[in-house]
């Protein structure tokens, strides 16, 4: 006796009742495709019945991913866009605070001769205790999908920092302007500058972040000089705005760049304590 498959049987059927079969298939923005790149894994093996009916056969599909090289752009005007924008965040963010020792030159001969070398150095310390620290804490706020928030968050924090201490005359006011304004706010910027790198290159990720850390040495030589070089013509409050300038231009010029391409598909705790309990 002849056997017929469920698979024909059920064609046939939808022959008589005349069924037509219509699929739709959503159009997604592209930050939805890129949200799938990041949520699904290089490679998914599903199950595909065959068609006479017998065992589910494995079958193994390429899926667009951050973790899949084959789908990272590594290349590009907008990869090395971001090269750009996150050169600026190094720029500003290690540049500053490697301009530091040009102010406590200034600050123990003149605007706060009356503090200690110790007491002004915490000012510096404090600027770079609050990047590492504050870069801490928005790992996880990046994971969550809040990059534009600490982009822009961070760029005001920082660039009005350098501002108010412009206007500063005492050592409180230049410790909470300089030492914790400035510090919240290069902190902030600094993740996204370094994370996005990595959803745009593979195997050029160790140029294009070479290029980028590069701002940091570069903003550390520029503005001590133009620090130095203008402090005696036009006085502290104006050289200081120069630089303040020089931060707003380059840090709009980061925060038009710097796009997400894919988000982790996983969101970090702020305190993962398992992490202490791994031996070294």
Known sequence: MASTSPTSSLGEFEKEIGLKKTTKTPQLTQQQEDLLEASEPPFTEHAAPQEDGGDLEKVTSAKPSVTNIRFVPNG??????????????????????????TYQTYYETALLSASSPSDISWIGSMQAFLLMVVSALGGPLYDAGY???????????????????????????????????????????????????STYFSTKIATATGLAAAGSSLGGTIYP?????????????????????????T????????????LPDGRRRFLDLSAFKEAP
């Not at 760029?155 to 006011?173: E, N």
């Not at 620090?227 to 300038?245: E, S």
């Open 76 to 101: 590009g005007l907008r990869a090395w866009l971001q090269v750009l924008g996150s050169f600026f965040i190094y720029f500003n963010a290690w540049g500053i605070v490697n301009t530091f020792g």
């Open 147 to 197: 990059v534009h928030h600490l982009l822009i968050g961070g760029s005001v924090l920082a660039v009005l920092g350098q501002f108010m201490l412009s206007l500063c005359s005492t050592y409180w006011q230049v410790f909470l302007a300089q030492g914790v304004c400035i510090g919240i706010g290069t902190g902030a910027m600094f993740v996204p500058g370094v994370a996005i790198l």
């Open 225 to 249: 000089i133009v620090f130095h070089q203008l402090q005696p013509k036009i006085g502290f409050a104006w050289a200081t705005r120069v630089l303040g300038f020089i931060m707003l231009a």
């Open 251 to 262: 840090l709009i010029v980061s925060n038009c760049v710097l796009k997400v391409r894919v």
